[in-house]
């Protein structure tokens, strides 16, 4: 199994920065794409940055600019720097992670479907 745990949400007033992190455990040995996805109220899980084992990576529209995502593989944990935080940023954020063990490669994504391992997720908040 794996576990994926979240950190550093918050509140932030518009402008402002945060950077979460994902802290993973357990059978994560093999190839795999992590991303990070968010979550507003009423409204589809939705993706805002993915990477792969190749070191790709992939932004949404909204967050290109304006946002970076990176893995420590040493720590085993995936980064996303956000700046310039508006209040449409409002959401709960979740990291998302697959694992492949065949030695085939699997590109980043951005859709919920191509990942099996979900965390909790961190509250983000931007106010005016």
């Known amino acids: 199994q794996v576990q994926l745990v979240e950190s550093g949400g918050g509140s932030v007033k518009s402008g402002g920065s945060l950077r979460l992190s994902c802290a993973a455990s357990?059978?994560?040995?093999?190839?795999?794409?992590m991303g990070w996805f968010r979550q507003a109220p009423g409204k589809e899980r939705e993706g805002v940055a993915a990477i792969d084992d190749r070191g790709a990576k992939i932004y949404a529209y909204s967050f290109e600019g304006r946002s970076s995502i990176s893995r420590d593989n040493a720590k085993n944990t995936l980064y996303l720097q956000m700046n310039n935080l508006q209040p449409e940023d409002t959401a709960i954020y979740y990291c998302?992670?697959?694992?492949?063990?065949?030695?085939?490669?699997?590109?980043?994504?951005?859709?919920?479907?191509?990942?099996?391992?979900w965390g909790q997720g961190t509250q983000v908040t931007v106010s005016a």
């Open positions: 998302a992670a697959s694992y492949f063990f065949n030695g085939y490669y699997y590109p980043k994504s951005l859709h919920t479907s191509d990942y099996t391992f």
């Open positions: 357990g059978h994560t040995s093999g190839n795999y794409r």
